[in-house]
């Protein structure tokens, strides 16, 4: 897609056609509001409705970047055989305060990815956002930039990122001016993440009041009474099993999507709690934060090494719980070989033991969970990001111009 094919949509049958910013994703290491940025050079005086699109989002969500204005000699427009513009900004500023010459190429996935480079986790992470952004029906306008040197020579085009562009038909669209405000909500959790953690929710709920009966049947007839016992334990075994298989079934969702979500949130990186140095430095400090020692810690977009520590080992329990919770369900369909199989374990370690570990995890799993809410209500109360209520919506709010260790600069 070029910015020439954006800037001329079809029109509706209704309404006032115009554009607006969707998704944005950046590979290269740029924040968003320096992408669009990058993707909104143009002339002082340009009428094209992608740059007004992309100005008008870069003044309301990063009130503090100004797009680049270049000369209209500087602009190499697309054309049919070359489905990409190239742009030539002068003077832009670096992050270490200088400043330099770089040749933007922005245009259609395909085309982009051809010439310019990135790592084959960045090209496959954008190549898969690009495409879902194009499903749901927005243009993704992808962008590379390539340094030019003070002989004029063009360096090699680094993949950036892409900008996803929507059609509008909207009546009554009042032009908005730039925020105001000291902070910006940024997305962070999904739609199907934040399903799995509340249907966990539900199943953890259900599994912890009926095993916890199955153990100890504080309620309901006995025979120690000399009454009937009904089938009061048959009807809590039976939504045990159920919500224990349902749990599974989450389980196994969960680790496909590891492999192949194109939220990096979701991948299988993500539950390492350790991915760097810095990590590991930053764990202690974090800790001293948590027990009131520190008033500052390290800030994450996501989960700091704590509580990613505390996240990948909770996997671990529910795998293990998962398992054993398989390993006695099979006791009692010893005439099938597969659930023979499956009970192998309780040969080597006994049925007492196996049922130990189950109950055991049971209670670590409800001391995690008063844990959780305590430091998630902790922590949003401390730093006003709306980490609770982004489990419902999927944003929180980070101050302009804080640099997170995970991700660029807010901005």
């Given at each position: ?7 001329t949509p079809?029109?509706?049958?209704q ?48 009130p ?71 499903q ?7 962008i590379?930039a ?26 009554h669209?009042a ?16 739609v ?7 249907i ?9 009041c009926?095993?916890y ?18 089938y ?9 099993f ?13 680790l ?5 979500s194109r939220?990096?949130?979701l ?9 760097s ?56 369909h010893?005439?099938s ?7 192998t374990?309780v040969?080597?370690f ?7 570990v189950?109950?055991?995890m ?5 001391a995690f969970?008063?844990?959780h809410?305590y ?37």
């Amino acid at each position: 897609m070029t910015i020439e094919e954006a800037a001329t949509p079809k029109a509706p049958a209704q309404g006032k056609v115009r554009l607006r910013v969707g998704e944005v994703l950046s590979v290269g290491g740029l924040s968003h509001g320096r992408l669009m940025a990058l993707a909104a050079a143009a002339p002082a005086d340009a009428s094209d409705p992608v740059v007004k699109a992309v100005n008008k989002a870069l003044g309301s969500d990063h009130p503090g970047i100004e797009s680049p204005t270049v000369a209209g000699e500087d602009i190499d427009p697309a054309s049919p055989e070359r489905r990409y513009s190239l742009v030539r900004v002068r003077e832009l500023p670096q992050p270490d305060g200088s400043t330099r010459d770089v040749m933007v190429m922005r245009g259609e996935l395909d085309t982009v990815l051809a010439e310019a480079q990135a790592g084959r986790q960045g090209r496959a992470l954008l190549r898969k956002n690009a495409l879902h952004s194009a499903q749901s029906g927005e243009r993704p306008l992808v962008i590379a930039a390539a340094p030019i040197e003070a002989d004029g020579t063009v360096g090699t085009y680094r993949l950036q990122g892409f900008v996803g562009l929507r059609r509008v038909a909207d009546r009554h669209a009042a032009e908005e001016g730039p925020g105001e405000s000291g902070w910006t909500r940024t997305t962070l959790w999904s739609v199907s993440l934040r399903y799995q953690h509340w249907i966990n929710v539900v199943l953890i709920f259900l599994l912890s009041c009926t095993g916890y009966y199955i153990m100890d049947p504080f309620f309901g007839p006995t025979a120690h009474a000399g009454q009937s016992t009904g089938y009061l334990m048959g009807w809590v075994r039976l939504i045990h099993f159920s919500a224990g298989f349902a749990w599974l079934l989450v389980g196994a969702t969960r680790l496909v999507v590891s492999f192949t979500s194109r939220d990096r949130y979701l991948r299988w990186r993500t539950l390492w709690p350790l991915k760097s140095k810095s990590d590991v430095r930053n764990l202690g400090k974090v800790a001293k934060h948590y027990a009131l020692v520190s008033n500052e810690a390290p800030l994450y977009m996501a989960h700091n090494p704590l509580q990613q520590l505390a996240y990948t080992s909770l996997y671990i329990a529910g795998g293990l719980q998962m398992c054993t919770g398989l390993i006695l369900y099979g006791l009692s369909h010893q005439t099938s070989p597969f659930w023979e199989f499956i009970s192998t374990p309780v040969h080597w370690f006994g049925t007492p033991f196996v049922r130990l570990v189950h109950a055991m995890m049971m209670f670590l799993l409800w001391a995690f969970a008063i844990m959780h809410i305590y430091m998630a209500v902790r922590a949003d109360s401390l730093e006003r990001h709306g980490g609770v209520s982004s489990m419902v919506n999927g944003g929180v709010w980070l101050r302009r111009g804080s640099k997170p260790v995970d991700a660029p600069e807010v901005e």
